[in-house]
């Protein structure tokens, strides 16, 4: 009897997969498409565990619905600009491109031993020119059609490296690379107008049925419908032309409770001030130093210049607020300016004690007894929404009722005395997509002394990157490249000179879905290929990316049907959204003297009488348990690595097995082991099946092919409910059914081809060795799913255990409607009653239909 190889089996069915064409996506006949997605990763250097377990999520799901009689699209590609790859130029003296390339070569050779059923013909990298020449081209339409503008921005400015941060690039008010102060700085910078859409956005979402709550909500928040009022202080003693400042507020029943008003450092009237007044000017450039996120806000503490200017109160023109330039306000956030309610907001409550500003309660819990008012030294009352509180210095509102209705009746009474109007805004800003630097897609303009921004001519796409560039001076290279930024304009043909700045990457990750349909057509999409393939039926990735990415994706989609892109069906991209746990795996570490931690890799230690040890010599490790993979903790695990020791089947069979998908899973080796092995059992009784007898005794054959059907039936069941651990569990079960039934040889080859069937989307290549060494015709990747007999589906017998003292010693299966007394006339049978009795009787022998016998001796 054969042994089970993968490293034989694996690199021999993945060859005739590929000879056969069989995962190249077609559109045959009248099938039904289905197109699933896994997000596509960033080239990186090598994938890990994690990354197998995601896209062996969607190749289960693309494999079982090739069986199922779809056409299916699965493709794979690389989202390939960003600063990792400059930042690697910038350290080793290389060129972005020459690394992206070389990791994407080394990615895609970790893949294709994994078996993953994929569409390699249509894979594309974003910075290939073909795909981001057709970028150019949809950012080209979306300017003609208004959804592209641009206008002066503040930005993170690094200026060490010269060039505007994303929110996430700083940390702690420091550019993540060069570690430089950040300054908030504002440039000239296009942008995307997703605001337009963020009514439709947001309400489109409650027809998202298959996308999981959580992220449905974060996307909701994220948009941030509010209702508030809208109106302006009128000024005291303020420069000419700033005689109002305008506020939006969504707390106007908090008014009376108003104790200054703060502005940002880049408001109109800030601008205006720090250019007469050095010390404001000082002010100001320190506040710019701040983050321009407001969780960087939040944190940062909160500073303010009194700029000696008051504004009357809207309803008492003899108050008088005290007008603060404060290092906490954005500008891009509402008007740029607000009122302070102390009491009702803990940022404003800090921002007032420290200058001694007034406090005053507008409401207090309904319940005021046990509570110390933030006049009194309490803390800031921010009552939960929908709660009842009782008002006792509101806007109209006097006693107990909720916000949201204060709030009704503020915006009322302010409205009919002309103060301000009720309005709908939204948290969602235009989607600023100006970056400076080189990586990336270049902005397809050119800028004109004469004709001023001119768009680049289409025939003139793709403006590819020049290869000739260096790192050695911080910035953008782009600006000072005189051959690739000196052109020609385009309209009048006098000399002009190109946009230097490069798109956000999040732009090239917002339409790859619609590419894939057709990734080598001379524009952006095939109206055809688009209509047959979209939407993507099943979209697979991490919950990490449950904002941004698929907001913009879903804008991307809008404006790609108003620039007649994509069919108007494909408005939402994504028809079902599935988002993955991760991989974990255990840290293990030894310390310096100076208690620093070494952290060393999972196969340079090892168990000894308990204790986790360094191989080499011993030394007691620190293990920390079900962490987040990490290169830099040296806790990831190398698919490379599995497959050379255990097979690629291996380790999508455990990553799927051990936990519910959308839970983390820790990997271990003793897991992967006790996988193997499992496979190897499996392969064993495939190939003892020709041992069995012609035929088994009292109905074997037919109990056997019932559990068949029913384990059919449950593993369909669990692969379409994303349920693949539960449905590897049926498996298990039923492997062990086989292994033990006396069934004769065809019941069993017709048991163990279904069982190859059923584990052919885990385990595609020890599938495709069960079925052909039992005789099935052709690459079972391209037979039918089976489907369970219905009317094998009912169980028309019962198996009973039997205990003997309390104690369970054997089972008996018996007809459901069997007599009592026959049943049990058998049990009397059974070899270890007869063995307990030895001869005797029994003293009780207590039969509970249908679910268990006890027999007392």
Request: proline share 6%; with cysteine; charged share 25%.
């Amino acid at each position: 009897m054969s042994r089970y190889t993968p490293s034989e089996i694996e690199p021999r069915w993945q060859a005739a997969w590929t000879e056969a064409e069989t995962f190249v996506a077609t559109r045959e006949g009248d099938k039904p498409k289905y197109y699933v997605l896994e997000m596509f990763p960033y080239p990186s250097g090598r994938i890990h565990i994690g990354h197998v377990r995601n896209y062996t999520m969607g190749d289960v799901i693309a494999r079982y619905k090739k069986a199922t009689g779809h056409n299916v699209l699965h493709p794979m590609g690389f989202d390939a600009f960003g600063m990792p790859a400059e930042n690697a130029a910038m350290a080793s003296g290389g060129h972005p491109k020459d690394w992206t390339y070389g990791n994407i070569d080394t990615m895609v050779g970790q893949m294709k031993p994994l078996g993953f059923g994929l569409d390699w013909s249509r894979m594309f990298a974003t910075c290939d020119p073909e795909y981001y020449g057709q970028q150019q081209a949809l950012f080209l339409d979306f300017l003609d059609a208004g959804l592209v503008y641009r206008k002066n921005a503040v930005v993170n400015w690094d200026p060490v490296d010269m060039t505007v941060l994303a929110n996430e690039q700083v940390i702690d008010g420091k550019g993540w690379r060069s570690g430089a102060e950040v300054e908030r700085r504002e440039l000239t910078q296009w942008f995307f107008k997703i605001s337009d859409m963020a009514d439709e956005l947001l309400e489109a979402i409650d027809g998202l049925d298959d996308w999981p709550a959580k992220v449905k909500l974060m996307q909701a928040n994220w948009i941030g419908r509010s209702r508030g009022l809208q109106f302006a202080f009128s000024t005291v003693d303020a420069p000419e032309g700033f005689d109002r400042i305008e506020v939006y507020t969504t707390r106007p029943d908090t008014l009376m409770g108003a104790s200054f008003v703060g502005i940002s450092p880049d408001h109109p009237l800030a601008r205006h001030l720090e250019r007469h007044d050095p010390d404001v000017a000082a002010f100001c450039a320190e506040a710019r130093r701040g983050g321009t996120t407001e969780e960087a806000l939040e944190k940062a503490e909160k500073l303010g210049r009194d700029t000696g200017i008051r504004v009357r109160h809207p309803f008492d023109t003899s108050w008088e607020l005290p007008v603060y330039i404060a290092n906490f306000i954005l500008m891009d956030y509402g008007t740029g300016a607000i009122f302070g309610c102390p009491a009702h907001d803990q940022r404003d409550l800090d921002f007032a004690r420290k200058y001694d500003l007034p406090v005053v309660s507008t409401f207090v819990p309904a319940d005021a007894d046990a509570h110390t008012r933030p006049e009194d030294g309490g803390g800031a009352y921010v009552p939960p929404k929908g709660d009842i509180v009782d008002y006792v210095n509101g806007l109209r509102a006097k006693g107990q009722m909720t916000g949201e209705v204060a709030v009704e009746q503020a915006i009322a009474l302010c409205e009919e005395n002309g103060v301000g109007q009720g309005v709908t805004k939204f948290r969602l800003r235009d989607w600023g997509l100006s970056r400076q630097r080189y990586w990336g897609c270049p902005i397809p303009v050119v800028h004109c002394d004469s004709c001023g921004v001119v768009p680049e001519k289409k025939e003139n796409l793709p403006v590819r990157l020049p290869d000739d560039v260096s790192f050695d001076v911080p910035g953008n290279p782009l600006d000072r490249h005189p051959t690739w930024r000196d052109t020609s304009c385009p309209k009048c043909g006098a000399a002009a000179r190109r946009e230097t700045d490069t798109m956000d990457t999040f732009v090239d990750s917002s339409w790859y879905f619609a590419r894939f349909t057709a990734p080598h057509a001379a524009t952006p999409t095939d109206p055809e290929a688009a209509a047959y393939w979209m939407n993507v039926d099943q979209y697979i990735g991490g919950i990490e990316h449950a904002i941004l990415h698929l907001l913009y994706s879903r804008f991307f989609a809008r404006a790609m049907i108003a620039t007649g892109h994509l069919p108007e069906t494909a408005k939402e991209p994504f028809n079902a959204l599935f988002t993955q746990g991760m991989v974990t795996h255990a840290i293990y570490q030894t310390r310096r003297p100076d208690g620093r931690p070494v952290y060393h890799y999972p196969e340079a230690v090892e168990l000894r009488d308990g204790e986790a040890v360094l191989k080499e010599d011993g030394t007691r490790v620190e293990v920390i348990p079900s962490a987040k993979m990490s290169k830099s903790k040296n806790n990831v695990v190398d698919p490379a690595d599995i497959i050379s020791r255990y097979g690629a089947d291996t380790a999508r069979w455990f990553v799927l097995s051990d936990s519910p998908p959308e839970r983390d899973v820790e990997w271990t080796a003793s897991g992967a082991d006790a996988t193997h092995k499992h496979l190897a059992r499996v392969y064993r009784i495939a190939s003892e099946v020709s041992d069995a007898p012609e035929a088994g005794p009292n109905g074997a054959d037919e109990a056997l092919l019932k559990a068949m059907h029913k384990c059919i039936f449950e593993v369909t069941q669990g692969i379409e409910s994303f349920g693949f651990n539960a449905a590897i569990a049926k498996l298990y079960a039923f492997t062990a059914t086989l292994q033990k039934s006396d069934a004769g040889r065809e019941a069993k080859r017709q048991a163990a081809r279904t069982l190859a069937q059923l584990m052919a989307p885990m385990t595609p290549h020890l599938s495709e060795e069960i079925w052909h060494m039992l005789g099935g015709e052709g690459l079972l990747a391209e037979q039918p799913w089976p489907t369970a007999d219905e009317a094998m589906l009912v169980d028309d017998s019962v198996t009973l255990p039997i205990q003997i003292n309390g104690k369970r010693r054997s089972e008996i299966t018996v007809a459901k409607d069997l007599a009592k007394d026959a049943v049990e006339a058998l049990v009397l049978e059974d070899a270890a009653v007869q063995k307990a009795l030895d001869g005797g009787a029994p003293k009780k022998l207590i039969v509970v239909p249908g679910r268990i016998v006890n027999v007392v001796v």
